[in-house]
């Protein structure tokens, strides 16, 4: 029934590194987008990129040169490379599918539990 599953997170200093995966149904994957969005307590689920067809991705400003989004299709896996973390990096970070090119969470339509990452300074 859980069609995307989050792995990865974790605790990091600020200047580490995480590699968040998302495993997703063999439907979901061949079919939608898959982005990464993350929130934390308090606030607005906001979005930090995706991925679609052609390898087209989108980075929010605040991720971008940081972060990596790639897909391996063998293994209908996700996965989101996080480098030179900060601690305003610190939320639940959720896998998402969907079949517009967005940025908002409205739109997608498939997500998964979530995953912590909490960054240090």
């Known amino acids: 029934q859980v069609q995307l599953v989050e792995s990865g997170g974790g605790l990091a200093q600020a200047g580490g590194s995480l590699r968040l995966s998302c495993a997703a149904s063999?439907?979901?994957?061949?079919?939608?987008?898959m982005g990464w969005f993350r929130q934390a307590p308090g606030k607005e689920r906001e979005f930090v990129t995706v991925?679609?067809?052609?390898?087209?991705?989108w980075y929010a400003d605040s991720v971008k040169g940081r972060f990596t989004i790639s897909r391996d299709n063998a293994k209908n896996t996700v996965y989101l490379q996080m480098n030179s973390l900060k601690p305003e990096d610190t939320a639940a970070y959720y896998c998402?599918?969907?079949?517009?090119?967005?940025?908002?969470?409205?739109?997608?339509?498939?997500w998964g539990q979530g995953t912590q990452v909490t960054v240090s300074s």
């Open positions: 063999t439907s979901i994957f061949s079919r939608y987008g």
């Open positions: 998402a599918a969907g079949l517009s090119r967005t940025r908002s969470p409205t739109s997608y339509s498939y």
């Open positions: 991925t679609w067809s052609g390898g087209n991705t």
